[in-house]
């Protein structure tokens, strides 16, 4: 016979730290058992472990908090490789180009406060921090 466990009160839910997402995602991978296994035993669903293997390959965990810097890879591209100016962009001055995940092309002004570039890549990234 089956053992169940029944949670009255409210749905249990709970909250995890980009930090715990990435350890669990790291210890999954070393542990030797397999998804549902390591899932079971850390109480768990197996497609949480799934999604933070893959946010945690595609870089999209990380253990810096919410609010602090991070660092992400940049290549400078070589003069052959820049895209010709917008015709309707004539104005002097140097431009920031970022090449998103999904393949779009930010192109800014290096005017543009930081910030307000972060919040427009992610938006066009299609992911919130």
Do not use: Y
């Not at 933070?52 to 810097?69: I, T």
């Not at 140097?94 to 290096?110: A, D, F, H, Q, T």
């Amino acid at each position: 016979m089956t053992s169940v466990t029944v949670l009255s009160g409210r749905e249990r839910r709970r909250r995890w730290t980009s930090a715990e997402k990435l350890r669990i995602a790291a210890e999954s991978l070393s542990s030797g058992l397999s998804v549902v296994e390591f899932a079971r035993r850390h109480d768990v669903h197996p497609n949480m472990v799934h999604s933070w293997r893959r946010q945690a390959r595609m870089g999209e965990l990380s253990v810096a908090l919410d609010d602090a810097a991070r660092f992400v890879p940049v290549a400078v591209a070589t003069e052959s490789c820049v895209a010709p100016p917008m015709e309707n962009d004539k104005r002097p001055g140097s431009r920031i180009e970022v090449v998103l995940r999904n393949g779009r092309v930010l192109r800014l002004s290096e005017e543009v406060a930081p910030r307000l570039v972060g919040q427009l890549a992610d938006a066009l990234d299609g992911c919130g921090r």
